[in-house]
Every structure is written in C-alpha cells, then in structure tokens.
Nanobody, 121 residues
C-alpha cells in the first residue's frame, strides 16, 4: 500500500504565499513522476506543475513564474511553493505520484486526499 499525505493548504490574501507538501510512504521501491493538480468548484481537475523526470519540470501557463515545484528524494516528498497568489488560484490541490513496489513492476498512479487553498481578494 502507498499513502500520500498532503499538508500546507489554507486561507491567504491575494499576493501571499503558501507551500504545499506531499509525503509518500508505504511499499515503495522507487518513485517516478510527481505532480500537483487542482480542481476549482464547477471546473475540471487541471495540471498545475509536475516533475516528469530528473531535471525536468512542467507548469501550467497560469502559474509560470509564480509557483515552483520541487522534490526531496530522501524524504519521498514533493513540494509546491506558491507565491503571488491570486483569487483564481482558489481550488482543492491534489498531489499525484507514480510509484513501483519492485524493480520489475509497473509504475502505478496514486492521488493525495486534497488540500484546500483559498485566496481572498
């Protein structure tokens, strides 16, 4: 079993900052891609930022220059530093991680439980 525990969400004023964390634990041989998605009320879940492989990052156009994704492989944790937050960033944020349990197994996708981020104007 693999568990993803998210933390760091909350209420912040526009222009403020938050840092989300997602710690991965359980039966893990290795972790592949890691990323953050968000879902606002009435909207589809969308990719915010991802680390698809070593040294590579992807960002949604709406967050480029404001958000930074990073990972700590020693702690099996992925972070999302969110600066210059805007009201339109309000959403539930989910981490998404690929893990494999043995050297020859396939990567399986897991989701965190979600953490609410609310940005007031």
């Amino acid at each position: 079993q693999v568990q993803l525990v998210e933390s760091g969400g909350g209420l912040v004023q526009a222009g403020g900052s938050l840092r989300l964390s997602c710690a991965v634990s359980g039966s893990i041989f290795s972790i592949g891609a890691m990323g953050w998605y968000r879902q606002a009320p009435g909207k589809q879940r969308e990719l915010v930022a991802a680390i698809p492989g070593p040294g590579r990052t992807n960002y949604a156009d709406s967050v480029k220059g404001r958000f930074t994704i990073s990972r700590d492989n020693a702690k099996n944790t992925v972070y999302l530093q969110m600066d210059s937050l805007k009201p339109e960033d309000t959403a539930v944020y989910y981490c998404n991680v690929e893990t494999k349990t043995t050297w020859n197994s396939r990567y399986i996708n897991f989701w965190g439980q979600g953490t609410q981020v609310t940005v007031s104007s």
